[in-house]
């Protein structure tokens, strides 16, 4: 939740970037989604490299890292020195989300395992939903450097807590284990059906929720005539309406309705909620409450991924692999949804957004029916 407080620190702070450093609307979604660059290229690379070295340390440098980056940011003087440390901030933070579901493994008892996952999978929404809730009182009688302090303060009382508390935690240290090269486990990983269905899944819903999430306190302001703190309470309180998906997932799974239901029927059904977000004529009121209902429906998908990590590993010593292949596949998507979106809003308004998130989540559906049919064949075996 700390590492996804440097998602959540940006989008209500666009407004204020945007006056001050002079950055473009294709600028401020760079600044959104250039923190998933890293993740983007090299996730499933950082996650073999945890296997080897310890998820522990891992997770500790990756914290220490988003100190540094969200310190730097803080005092950047231009668009281009806040964009590296950005980067920066997406090195720190693919770090801690690759380590620690392993950790939380092999913490839980092996009947525990799906529900720590669907637990897992709320701590990007509840990170940056509770980091806008902070920057929407800061930001009114400050700027956003000191969102980045605040940020950047949040780094360091975990790095604190981690050196504290895992220490003493032997079941937290590094396994013995044979291991083949890292260009080898790469391609058993990516080459599997399961993991790589699970990438492209997550990638295009992740590309249609960030775009909703990313841009709508720009939408509030801009369209709406919002203020920005109002806009920043109201993102956060979509932002926060996805951990009831993640975690409704979880019941509805073990309550024994099929993965590929939850995941096909919230896309298709979430496609008309999306486009009406950014479709001309509807009505401001009705256009919030249609994005609460979208980041509440939809946020069962990640919640039914990531409870399919530990069916679909090659081998359960791939499991952090995998788990890097599909954060590979959501920062791919983040990545490309708001910079396409500032582009198409450009050319054509807010409604030819909705574009884009009808393609995504049609991609996502698609991508469901073929991880159930991948699913339900490794289980027959």
């Known amino acids: 939740m700390v590492g996804a407080f440097n998602v959540g620190k940006a989008p209500p702070a666009l407004p204020s970037i945007r006056e001050e450093l002079g950055a473009t609307l294709s600028q401020a979604g760079w600044i959104l989604s250039i923190l998933n660059l890293t993740t983007a290229l090299s ?9 080897r070295i310890g998820h522990r340390r891992l997770v500790l440098a990756g914290t220490a890292i988003c100190l540094l980056a969200s310190l730097l940011g ?6 281009e020195m806040l964009l590296l440390t950005r980067i920066a901030e997406g090195l720190g933070f693919v770090a801690m989300t690759v380590a ?6 092999r913490l839980a008892a092996a009947r525990d395992h799906r529900r720590v996952m669907t637990l897992w999978s709320s701590y990007f929404p509840a990170g940056t939903g509770l980091m806008m809730l902070i920057a929407a009182v800061i930001l ?28 003493s935690r032997p079941k937290l240290d590094p396994q013995p284990s044979e291991r083949r090269p890292i260009l080898n486990e790469m391609a058993e990983v990516a080459s599997s059906g399961g993991p790589l269905a699970l990438a492209i899944c997550f990638g295009a819903y992740a590309c249609c929720w960030f775009v909703i ?49 939850l995941i096909v029927g919230a896309a298709l059904s979430m496609s008309l909620c999306a486009a009406g977000i950014f ?27 990531f409870a399919a990590l530990p069916v679909h590993a090659p081998r359960p010593e791939l499991m952090g692999a995998s788990t890097g292949l599909m954060l590979q596949g959501s920062n791919i998507g983040t990545l490309l949804g708001p910079p396409i979106t500032g582009a198409l809003v450009t050319a054509g308004g807010w409604s030819s957004a909705a574009w884009l998130t009808s393609i995504s989540l049609g991609v996502t559906a698609a991508a469901g029916i073929f991880l159930h049919r991948r699913e339900r064949r490794r289980l027959q075996r």
């Open 140 to 167: 009114p009688s400050t700027s956003w450097r000191v969102v980045w302090l605040v940020a950047a303060g949040a780094s360091a009382a975990m790095v604190a807590v981690l050196m504290l508390s895992m220490s």
């Open 100 to 105: 620690a579901p392993p950790l939380l493994i």
């Open 213 to 261: 999430v990313g841009f709508l306190p720009t939408l509030q302001v801009e369209r709406l005539g919002m203020a920005t703190s109002i806009a920043a309470i109201v993102t956060a309180g979509v932002c926060i309406a996805n951990i009831v998906g993640n975690q409704m997932a979880g019941w509805l799974l073990r309550g024994g309705l099929p993965r590929v239901t």
């Open 43 to 51: 996730g499933m690379v950082i996650a073999l490299t945890a296997d």
């Open 279 to 305: 479709a001309d004529g509807v009505p401001d009121l009705a256009r919030l409450i249609l994005a609460a209902i979208y980041s509440a429906v939809i946020g069962v998908i990640p919640g039914a991924l």
């Open 74 to 79: 803080a005092f950047a003087g231009s668009i």
